[in-house]
């Protein structure tokens, strides 16, 4: 059983059968047969273990009455549920109406499902969890309340509102929602100047708005009513993404374009703060250009007491940052630093009232307390109010549930679940939706306090739960105790929590895997410094969404050829020492056709023709669609189209490795009689032949006309391209001989080379080779091929080399089993026919000596790995 019914069971007695004997009964009435000890009761009693660890039991019945097991537990799981007393359906028979009901609610409703699996040890865990992130989101949450242009106390409405709606329908265990910085930003930044001057006469002065005035400062009650409606208006775009399951949309942003974005936006939320710094006001912007100039421009009023004081906080925020992620013993320093740092600021400023008349220390103030209210009658559903801040909803939605998305996905592939994006849209959009009902205004999930819940050991989402009671009681009894809290604290907590965001490392990795990537990034960060987030995620958007036209509009057309001594073919990136078939053109399309691409593959194939053409004649073109999934109606006329040209310049087309769903579509088109049945193949190398068979008459078929005799010569390959860590050498043998093995061991052991791995087949032979500890160098390379060609080519040509098919499969037996995967387990009774003269004993010595190597070699390796694993292991 799987802990979750094992977790039921304990939690509601009589779900399972009381014994062993049960099961088997009602495994033998399902058609399994029925073990002695169960007939007899020799194993009534049992337990669980016990009976499961029974070796009388058959594989059927086991799988019987686990079927028993699982059908009971969830028939009666899901009667105990809903309170009805339904009869369990039998094995195999549709599940009734209702159970598919609960089993849909369940999926969307989180709390149908989490409470059941909760235990003694988790439910401390997740206890302790939540007073950690209770301390944490305290002071982040006012802070954040503050980038969004409202008073401190909706911080903790949302703080307290947000966690226990996530809890009641999110999937995500250890996620912790609530405001974030970013998110903050976004809605300020897009709110910026919304109000028009019925709305807000004070920030507008002869019909024109005043640029320097904050309207989230001057008209505070109508701006709150603007962060309402934008808030509600993002949780109702979150449902309807969820009801057309447009999840999948959030994975066409970029990793680049969204770093890039997030750094630029941790940027200006950095810079927004330090006016608590340096002691003197900064108007509102949200370009970070115009917040350095208006910052140089006033920087003879700074107070050095803010500053002074401002740092130090921010190093011992900082200093305990550091030290809890260097020493486990430390881990609790996270979470009790911002709640320290508000507590000696508290008592600083209250007790030294010099601090707040003669430096300027600025500080919160009066906060008032009690739950949070509601806020149904300050929703405007007015046209032109909604219109207004459409834009920063659509914004606010997808900053919201990309930020989440990301987390959930970490944590559910950390702890093992999984998460449905669609149920995580519908679960942010009902939190956006009841917060604003309730003075609240968007949230999601954070970076900071997540990492903190999962680092103190939560396990489901009541953590949640009980960081919205605790958050409740500090509204209640703990808020007049924020009136001297110090903005310079706040805002040293806010600059610590985006420092994580700053993604320069990112930047840096960029530039070394790929330039074009680090440009991405750089046009993201850059348009979000200069011109806002909005406009920033904009910029992102657009970028990705141009990534994504230009990649899938131009797919790569990748030319083959050959790997010498193998029918592998592979791209001239992939492989550099291959070889190209004469007369042939072959040509890998690596994605799939539709009308946006068509253009772009036809011009380039008929670019490759002239191109090959010039240097040898092509007869043939090979059309590997191993990488194409689909095709539609305009890439059929492209085919045929190209089948036409290729015609008229005497080119005969054929396609490999083409899919069943593709081959359908082309079907349905009448696309295999333009070309033949006869031109389509199972692999390249097929199709290679196929074309090689019919030479350069035109008009002929594999199947038709006269076939052209051709015969492959001996071939000896060597790359290394094929293997991360060893050289290959291909050997095809047209005629095998007896001494084959003997041979390439004796030129292996001149050269110094020791065989790690060998494959022989009846005429294709492969062998991993190294020397020195590595591959072989590009000059022995060629001296090893040159050598090898020399001496297979003289044995091939001496009399008697080429003998009869029986007689070569006859000898070649013992050669068939050189890989060395099979030295590993010899057989210890091995006695050497009788039958066998001098030569077949000599051949036979060789290729044992190099299976031999070739496990010595591997058993070498195997013991340096858990050598080092060891070591690493005493280390750690």
Excluded at 563 to 581: F, L
Excluded at 595 to 624: C, G, M, Q, W
Aim: hydrophobic share 45%; with cysteine; proline share 6%.
């Amino acid at each position: 059983r799987p802990p979750t019914a094992r977790g039921r069971a304990r939690a509601m007695p009589g779900l399972l059968p009381t014994s062993a004997r049960e099961l088997g009964e009602r495994a033998h009435d399902a058609g399994a047969p029925l073990p002695a000890e169960a007939a007899t009761g020799g194993i009534d009693g049992a337990t669980d273990s016990d009976f499961t660890r029974n070796t009388s039991l058959g594989s059927e019945s086991l799988v019987a009455i686990r079927k028993v097991m699982m059908g009971e537990v969830c028939a009666s799981s899901s009667a105990s549920t809903v309170g009805v007393d339904e009869p369990e359906p039998g094995l195999g028979a549709p599940a009734p109406r209702w159970h598919r009901a609960l089993s849909l609610a369940r999926r969307r409703v989180s709390v149908l499902d989490w409470p059941l699996h909760l235990t003694y040890r988790s439910t401390l865990q997740d206890l302790g969890a939540a007073l950690t992130v209770c301390v944490l989101s305290v002071p982040e949450s006012m802070s954040y309340a503050n980038i969004a242009g409202l008073p401190y106390v909706y911080g903790l409405y949302i703080a307290c509102l947000a966690p226990l709606i996530y809890a009641l329908f999110g999937g995500a265990r250890q996620l912790a929602v609530g405001p974030t910085a970013m998110l903050s930003l976004v809605l300020r930044a897009g709110l910026h100047g919304q109000l028009d001057e019925e709305q807000c006469p004070a920030s507008f002065a002869g019909g024109v708005l005043l640029p320097d005035v904050d309207q989230s400062q001057a008209c505070p009650e109508a701006y709150f009513k603007m962060i309402l409606l934008a808030s509600f208006v993002s949780g109702l775009v979150l449902l309807v993404a969820c009801l057309f399951r447009a999840g999948f949309l959030v994975t066409f942003l970029g990793h680049p374009v969204v770093s890039g974005f997030t750094t630029g936006a941790a940027i200006i939320i950095g810079l927004s703060q330090l006016k608590y710094f340096l002691g003197y006001h900064l108007p509102h912007s949200n370009s970070a250009i115009s917040i350095i100039i208006a910052m140089l421009k006033d920087i003879h009023l700074l107070k050095p007491a803010p500053m002074l004081l401002g740092l130090t906080w921010l190093a011992f925020l900082l200093g305990t940052k550091k030290l809890a992620a260097k020493d486990v013993r430390f881990r609790f320093l996270l979470p009790l630093g911002p709640l320290v740092g508000c507590v000696v600021g508290i008592l600083l400023v209250w007790q030294v009232p010099s601090l707040r008349e003669q430096h300027h220390v600025a500080f919160v103030g009066p906060i008032p307390g009690g739950l949070p209210p509601v806020s149904v009658q300050k929703l405007a559903f007015q046209w032109k109010d909604v219109n207004k801040v459409m834009n920063t909803a659509v914004s606010g939605a997808l900053i919201s549930f990309m930020e989440s998305i990301a987390i959930a996905q970490a944590l559910a592939a950390q702890h093992g679940y999984s998460v449905d994006p669609s149920q995580e849209l519908c679960a942010l959009g009902l939190t956006n939706v009841f917060c604003s009902l309730f003075s609240g205004y968007a949230a999601t999930g954070s970076f900071s306090r997540t990492a903190v819940a999962n680092s103190s050991g939560a396990q489901t989402q009541l953590a949640g739960v009980v960081v919205s009671v605790c958050i409740m009681l500090v509204l209640l009894f703990v808020a007049p105790a924020f009136y001297f809290l110090p903005m310079f604290v706040l805002a040293a907590i806010v600059i610590k929590s985006v420092c994580n965001l700053v993604q320069y490392d990112v930047a840096i990795q960029l530039w070394k895997v790929k330039r074009w990537d680090f440009v991405l990034w750089l046009v993201a960060c850059v348009g979000t410094l200069i011109l806002g987030p909005l406009e920033g995620i904009g910029i992102a958007v657009a970028l990705s969404v141009l990534v994504v036209i230009y990649e899938s509009a131009r797919p790569q057309l990748a030319i083959l050829w050959r790997v010498p001594g193998t029918a592998v073919y592979r791209t001239r990136e992939e492989e550099c020492r291959g070889e190209s078939v004469p007369g042939l053109l072959i040509v890998r399309v690596g994605a799939s056709l539709y009308f946006a691409n068509t253009a772009y593959v036809k011009r380039v194939l008929l670019k490759h023709v002239e191109e090959a053409s010039a240097k040898d004649p092509v007869h043939s073109i090979v059309l590997d669609m191993s990488s194409v999934h689909t095709v539609d109606s305009t890439a059929v006329h492209l085919l045929s189209d190209l089948v036409t040209d290729f015609e008229a310049r005497r080119v005969r087309t054929a396609f490999a490795v083409v899919g069943s769903r593709v081959m359908r579509t082309l079907g349905r088109a009448e696309f295999p009689a333009l070309l033949g049945e006869g031109m389509f193949f199972p692999s390249v190398a097929d199709a290679v032949n196929g074309c090689l068979r019919i030479g350069s008459s035109f008009g002929s078929s594999p199947g038709a006309g006269k076939l052209v005799r051709f015969e492959t010569p001996l071939e000896v390959g060597i790359s290394n391209c094929m293997h991360h860590r060893y050289t290959q050498v291909n050997i095809f043998m047209p005629h095998p001989f007896s001494g084959f093995v003997k041979l390439i061991s004796t030129v292996f052991s001149a050269y110094g080379c020791t065989v790690v791995d060998a494959q022989v087949e009846h005429t294709h032979h492969t062998f991993r080779i190294f020397k020195a500890g590595g591959k072989l160098s590009d000059i022995e390379v060629d001296e090893l091929r040159a050598r090898l060609l020399a001496e297979l080519s003289d044995v091939n040509r001496s009399p008697g080399a080429q003998r009869p098919d029986a007689e070569a499969t006859a000898n070649e037996a013992p050669e068939e089993d050189l890989n060395p995967t099979s030295v590993a387990s010899p057989n210890p009774t091995f006695t050497a026919p009788a039958s066998m003269d001098l030569a077949e004993l000599e051949e036979g010595l060789a290729t044992e000596r190099v299976r031999l190597a070739a496990a010595a070699e591997r058993a070498r390796s195997l013991e340096e790995e858990i050598a080092r694993r060891h070591a690493q292991a005493t280390g750690a």
